[in-house]
């Protein structure tokens, strides 16, 4: 079984319902745990409630967030 735990998050809002929040968040399973990056949209419901449609996971390693920082900034 894997829990998750978010260690810090960042939200910014877009638009008239949309936000994309980064966060560092810890899995843990039996083996141990591992931290990683997490960027998620989301979008709100109508009585503010937050719900979440895509997300992906970066590892996380120095050299792996230099290259989507970057990446992100050039395109």
């Excluded at 949309?18 to 990683?36: C, L, M, S």
């Excluded at 709100?44 to 409630?49: C, H, K, R, S, W």
């Excluded at 719900?51 to 920082?69: G, L, Q, T, Y």
Aim: proline residues 1%.
């Amino acid at each position: 079984m894997v829990t998750f735990e978010t260690l810090k998050a960042e939200k910014k809002d877009f638009g008239r319902n949309n936000f994309i929040e980064v966060a560092r968040k810890k899995a843990t399973t039996e083996d141990g745990e591992t931290e990683f990056i997490s960027i998620s949209r989301g979008y709100y419901l109508q009585d503010g409630t937050e719900r979440f449609k895509k997300s992906i996971a970066i590892p996380d390693d120095s050299e792996m967030k230099n290259f989507v920082a970057e990446m992100i900034k050039n395109l």
